[in-house]
């Protein structure tokens, strides 16, 4: 969002990993259970929205437990991105296996996606990766083209994943503050994968460009103050 895009983020509390998105944002002080139009106007007053899950796709609420005790990926960690209730026809998407990529992009061709990275990486992330090539099937214009990445094509140094490991929502908030800012690993990592957002929103004319974009929103902590400002703005939407 602060890069010049409109951001609609839909997710859920974890439930195979240490923290999900909506631990995260729950931790950073964003209110979550927001109805439709709250989000809506979250996404035209500060840029960016999130919407919880559980209240989108009432549904899914009985597969949670299940879920977690199994405590391994399933068909909804497909489901899950596929299911965004924005329709958001630009997006990044990471998908936990190399095989998914090509797959992924054709469903959302055929659900009429417009500008779309389908991406895994070669060390395992459903992201672009810090530390390992990684491979992506992107979708423009109805077509689909499949590639490989890295992180010195976009201009940035290949790098260990070491600190950028998190135990707890707590952890992950630490890592993505010292991100927005700038600061660490965790900043380069975050701008190549916001820069891919970036460029699948038109914002920037390449994937580059897009790390670029990203990176210079970093430096002028503008994307800590638009964490800041969800904040403060969902607050006032508590009962």
Avoid: W
């Avoid at 997710?11 to 927001?34: E, P, Q, T």
């Avoid at 994307?223 to 800041?228: F, H, I, W």
Wanted: net charge negative; charged share 20%; aromatic share 4%.
């Amino acid at each position: 969002a602060a890069g010049g895009a409109h951001v609609a983020k839909h997710g859920n509390r974890s439930v195979s990993s240490s923290s999900g998105s909506a631990d995260l944002f729950d931790i950073a002080g964003i209110y979550l259970d927001l109805k439709p139009e709250q989000v809506a106007r979250c996404i035209e007053q500060v840029g960016v929205g999130f919407m919880f899950a559980p209240n989108h796709h009432p549904a899914m609420r009985y597969a949670i437990g299940p879920r977690r005790e199994m405590g391994v990926r399933t068909l909804f960690n497909i489901l899950g991105p596929l299911t965004n209730p924005a329709s958001a026809p630009n997006q990044v998407l990471g998908v936990y296996s190399a095989e998914l990529v090509p797959l992924m992009a054709e469903v959302l061709r055929k659900l009429g996606s417009r500008h779309v990275m389908v991406v895994h990486s070669e060390d395992g992330l459903d992201e672009i990766s810090l530390a390992a090539p990684t491979l992506v099937a992107e979708l423009k214009d109805g077509e689909i083209t499949q590639y490989t990445i890295t992180p010195e094509s976009l201009g940035i140094e290949r790098q260990s994943l070491a600190t950028l490991k998190a135990s707890s929502a707590e952890d992950s908030l630490r890592l993505v503050k010292a991100a927005l800012s700038g600061e660490g690993a965790a900043a380069d990592m975050v701008a190549l994968n916001a820069g891919a957002a970036l460029y699948c929103a038109g914002v920037a004319d390449s994937l580059k460009e897009g790390v670029m974009v990203a990176q210079d929103a970093q430096a002028s902590k503008l994307p800590l103050e638009k964490l800041r400002e969800l904040s403060h703005f969902t607050s006032v939407f508590k009962g």
